[in-house]
């Protein structure tokens, strides 16, 4: 590496679309939590990297167990998120400090593969930002108003209208940026409500650049991605 690489990983997602009262990112997947996954993964791209992982406060006892439970020993960074993604990640880079390059990914994304890593900081050492996306596979269509404002709507009662799927992208993470770019972002930004970081940029007036996922970094967010995310896993290690 030749510039410092950080890596934040946010993961203070309740799993409110998932059975069970325990938080997504610790849910167990091919014998492991979720996050453990996530971390892996980075360590994977370099022994080096400095990797800071962002939990609720109330968290990170449970995740202190699990490591004794799992004997994972992994050399990380663990700071308490804040009321949103925004205040948690802004907790993320009050860590960070100096030139160089940080990747924010989501905690519940644990099949990103080392060479995607390794693409967002290459490419973010050139453009100052690198954000993982991919291209549509099905048809979308744009919901309006509905017909009638008398009662709650329903799908059925909206219109729509179709829209070009090739002039859109789904975004993942990770979203990799100058680290001095992405702090001062976070600084200027009006608001909290931001999705990922590359809108915190975009909104202080700095553009972003787009690189190419993978269909299989996907966002574990409800029960059919548990299922998907260990077949994934699986037919990895039976290569």
Not at 223 to 238: N, W
Request: glycine share 6%; hydrophobic share 40%.
């Amino acid at each position: 590496m030749h510039s410092k690489e950080v890596a934040i990983i946010v993961a203070g997602g309740k799993g409110l679309r998932l059975p069970g009262d325990i938080p997504k990112q610790f849910i167990e997947i091919c014998g492991l939590p979720v996050l453990m996954h996530t971390v892996i993964a980075f360590r994977s791209y370099s022994a080096s990297l400095e990797i800071i992982l962002v939990l609720p406060a109330g968290d990170i006892p449970l995740w202190n167990e699990l490591c004794l439970k799992h004997s994972f020993t992994e050399k990380i960074t663990v700071v308490s998120g804040g009321s949103s993604r925004f205040h948690s990640v802004s907790n993320g880079l009050n860590q960070t400090s100096g030139p160089g390059l940080v990747a924010v990914h989501d905690g519940v994304r644990p099949l990103v593969t080392a060479d995607i890593i390794a693409s967002s900081f290459s490419i973010a050492k050139k453009c100052r930002s690198a954000v993982a996306s991919v291209l549509l596979k099905e048809s979308i269509r744009e919901v309006e108003s509905p017909l009638s404002a008398k009662e709650p709507a329903t799908l059925q009662e909206m219109r729509s209208v179709s829209l070009d799927r090739t002039k859109f992208r789904l975004m993942q993470t990770p979203q990799t940026f100058d680290i001095a770019l992405l702090k001062g972002a976070y600084d200027k930004a009006l608001g909290d409500s931001f999705t990922d970081d590359a809108s915190v940029v975009e909104s202080t007036g700095d553009t972003i650049t787009l690189f190419d996922g993978s269909y299989e970094n996907i966002k574990i967010t409800t029960p059919e991605d548990l299922i998907v995310a260990e077949a994934i896993m699986r037919s990895r290690k039976q290569k």
